[in-house]
């Protein structure tokens, strides 16, 4: 069975701090994993994906097979990145996608 | 471009009865997934319709049916519904079923049900 989890239901931090959103996945096929996002009164949205290997809005997610990680990092908090982060599974061949609980993101100014 | 609706924007049914929430995809778009999502979870995947036929599905009893049109429009049906079934309702759209490209959300159906 394909799981993900995400530690924190919270993460506070100041702004210009280091921002580090964790998750990690159960899985024995070859993943897929997404990182999506969903700010104030918006939908959710696709932040990035891993295959992608790019930054979006300056944060990162490495996926690291061998701890089952695909943490988001980046490296200055702003106040906008506030909002609930899911991370999420890809599998099966189609677009079932299993999503963690979330992380709510809240930057202090 | 249009994006993904929702209707209606919530509702409120008592156990037992049956309700169908509506969803429009994205222009250009041939795949719809359903998730439902509870207080304080993340999405949970119901099933997705390619081309108007079921392509996977969820851990989801059979009360939960759907229906793709050809116009690529969605429909989510409930039975007999409990009140476990109190959730916000997504529904996605995307291009394309063998790959996983992205997925637009729409805002969601509120259903509660008492």
């Known amino acids: 069975a394909q799981r993900v989890t995400q530690p924190e239901k919270l993460l506070s931090v100041f702004k210009g701090a280091p921002v580090e959103l964790k998750c990690n996945y159960s899985?024995?096929?070859?993943?897929?994993l997404f990182w999506y996002v969903q700010y104030s009164r918006q939908r959710l949205q696709l932040l990035l994906r891993?295959?992608s290997r790019e930054s979006i809005k300056g944060f990162t997610a490495d996926l690291n097979k061998g701890e089952t990680s695909f943490h988001l990092k980046k490296p200055f908090a702003q106040e906008e990145d506030s909002a609930m982060y899911y991370c999420?599974?890809?599998?099966?061949?189609?677009?079932?996608?299993?999503f963690g609980t979330g992380t709510k993101l809240q930057v202090i100014p | 471009e249009t994006g993904v609706t929702q209707s209606p924007t919530h509702l409120i049914k008592t156990r037992g009865q049956q309700v169908t929430l509506r969803c429009s995809s994205q222009?250009?778009?041939?795949?719809v997934s359903w998730y439902q999502q509870a207080l304080g979870q993340g999405p949970q995947f119901i099933f997705q319709?390619?081309?108007?036929?079921?392509?996977g599905r969820g851990n989801f009893p059979p009360r939960f049916s759907g229906l793709q049109f050809p116009n690529y429009s969605s429909e989510l049906n409930v039975n007999a519904l409990e009140l476990d079934d109190s959730a916000l309702y997504l529904c996605?759209?995307?291009?394309?079923?063998?790959?996983?490209?992205?997925?637009?959300f729409g805002p969601g159906t509120r259903l509660t049900v008492t």
């Open positions: 899985y024995s096929g070859s993943p897929e």
């Open positions: 891993h295959i």
């Open positions: 222009s250009g778009h041939n795949t």
């Open positions: 996605a759209s995307s291009q394309s079923d063998r790959d996983l490209h992205e997925q637009y």
């Open positions: 999420a599974l890809g599998s099966g061949g189609y677009q079932k996608v299993t």
């Open positions: 319709y390619y081309r108007e036929e079921e392509n």
